[in-house]
């Protein structure tokens, strides 16, 4: 398997390329990151607990999650919970990184796992997009990562900041920021009518899950039934047209 080079751009012209694509998804990622250090505030966390976990877990849904779960006394700290609802939210990233298998050589198969560090649901997007147009490279893929994890890190320590002045999120709208970005993505990656199907039955799985089953197991669930919907729908496709 070799490295696609469709674009013959060099890797720093493919890396600033993915940071242009990511730069209007970086900024609700902004936006709930200051959210999410309003919150890390309120919750107790310290500076350096904010930096550590936004640094090392890098990971928007699973933090909000943790800070659902958080206690201000370390002995009373579920930490069984944590880790399990962050396995579960970030599975996802199974599939996701699965498919970006293309961009890497059989020689830096290692490089490629360490990379991966940096995937985020938004360069990911924008990768996918890209490779559909028969561009797109594993120095695209790290532009985006990069940008998103500055906004990241930086929007996380200045929403900390502002902790003690922006008592309530939702007065400024900044709780819809992380839906937001989704949507924008989900417009971003349309191709027809035909992705309405497996979107619309990711949708009411996730709803369906939600009602019946307490934590973040909607999210998993929406994300595979959506996926196999919709590799069953291309599957059948490709079957008819040979």
Wanted: charged share 10%; proline share 3%.
């Amino acid at each position: 398997m070799t490295e696609i080079a469709a674009n013959p751009d060099s890797r720093t012209d493919q890396f600033l390329a993915g940071v242009r694509a990511c730069l209007p998804v970086a900024i609700s990622i902004a936006a709930y990151g200051l959210v999410w250090g309003v919150l890390a505030r309120g919750a107790g966390l310290s500076v350096l607990e904010v930096m550590m976990m936004s640094a090392l877990v890098f990971a928007g849904s699973a933090q909000f999650v943790a800070l659902d779960l958080w206690t201000a006394t370390p002995a009373a700290l579920p930490i069984g919970a944590l880790v399990l609802a962050a396995l579960i939210i970030n599975l996802r990233y199974l599939l996701l990184t699965a498919t970006l298998r293309p961009l890497y050589s059989d020689k830096s198969r290692v490089r490629g796992a360490l990379s991966m560090y940096l995937v985020t649901d938004e360069n990911w997007a924008m990768t996918v997009a890209a490779m559909s147009r028969g561009q797109g490279s594993a120095a695209f893929l790290m532009g985006g990562g990069v940008l998103a994890w500055l906004a990241w890190m930086c929007t996380n320590l200045i929403g900390y900041g502002l902790g003690s002045a922006i008592d309530d999120p939702t007065r400024w709208g900044l709780d819809f920021a992380f839906t937001a970005t989704f949507l924008a993505l989900l417009l971003g990656m349309w191709k027809g009518r035909s992705d309405l199907i497996p979107w619309l039955v990711a949708a009411l799985a996730a709803i369906v899950t939600s009602r019946l089953i307490d934590g973040s197991w909607h999210i998993l669930v929406g994300g595979i039934v959506g996926s196999l919907v919709g590799a069953f729908l291309e599957t059948r496709k490709h079957a008819h047209k040979s």
